[in-house]
T-cell receptor, first 114, second 117 residues
Framework: AQSVTQLGSHVSVSEGALVLLRCNYSSSVPPYLFWYVQYPNQGLQLLLKYTSAATLVKGINGFEAEFKKSETSFHLTKPSAHMSDAAEYFCAVTTNSGYSTLTFGKGTMLLVSP | GAVVSQHPSRVICKSGTSVKIECRSL??????MFWYRQFPKQSLMLMATSNEGSKATYEQGVEKDKFLINHASLTLSTLTVTSAHPEDSSFYIC?????????????FGPGTRLTVL
């Protein structure tokens, strides 16, 4: 079984400030981890993914995440927020054993103020 | 590469009618496609997993006779909401996967907003 917990349903930052969105996972086997972004009335766009290679993963739009096995975490960061980063962010986990389903966290809405 | 389309993007129908939503992988073959439902301000809930040429696997609590899934080819899966009612109004999102060779990544369609009057 696997699960994802995203701490904070809403995170507010000022433009130019550090963005930190938290994700903790639970998995009985080595996980694959993903961060997706969703803009209103749109599907999900992949930001980055961890698939057991480098623990620090760089994604699109300046985002990155670090896989920490000891903390079972995969937090998403960006050094400087832009207004265009305002959206809903989902962390998701699957396993590396064949074709297994994605389990999503509840999502975190990122609000960026000028 | 790895583009997934959905059609229609929005549909409004009367209660009791059926609605078909198409999900296509445009530039790759997807042996497995997934159907999700998303309520306002909530996460995605997996409804079913569909494999080309076989019956879909439905998640617990999802009525397979109400949500008919057909995965007739490696690039097309359809979801038909039969005898739709207002409580079926939701945002339906499909995804298509490249399997383990593709890192188990799923590529998502843009979603279909269904409103049942």
């Amino acid at each position: 079984a696997q699960s994802v917990t995203q701490l904070g349903s809403h995170v507010s930052v000022s433009e130019g400030a550090l963005v930190l969105l938290r994700c903790n996972y639970s998995s009985s086997v080595p996980p694959y981890l993903f961060w997706y972004v969703q803009y209103p009335n749109q599907g999900l766009q992949l930001l980055l993914k961890y698939t057991s290679a480098a623990t620090l993963v760089k994604g699109i739009n300046g985002f990155e995440a670090e896989f920490k096995k000891s903390e079972t975490s995969f937090h998403l960061t960006k050094p400087s927020a832009h207004m265009s980063d305002a959206a809903e962010y989902f962390c998701a986990v699957t396993t590396n054993s064949g074709y297994s389903t994605l389990t999503f966290g509840k999502g975190t809405m990122l609000l960026v103020s000028p | 590469g790895a583009v997934v389309s959905q059609h229609p993007s929005r549909v409004i129908c009367k209660s009791g009618t059926s609605v078909k939503i198409e999900c296509r992988s445009l530039d790759f073959q997807a042996t497995t496609m997934f159907w999700y439902r998303q309520f306002p301000k909530q996460s995605l809930m997996l409804m079913a997993t569909s494999n080309e040429g076989s019956k879909a696997t439905y998640e617990q609590g999802v009525e397979k006779d109400k949500f008919l899934i057909n995965h007739a080819s490696l690039t097309l899966s359809t979801l038909t909401v039969t005898s739709a009612h207002p409580e079926d109004s939701s945002f339906y999102i499909c995804s298509a996967g490249k399997g383990l060779a593709g890192g188990n990544e799923q590529f998502f369609g843009p979603g279909t907003r269904l409103t049942v009057l």
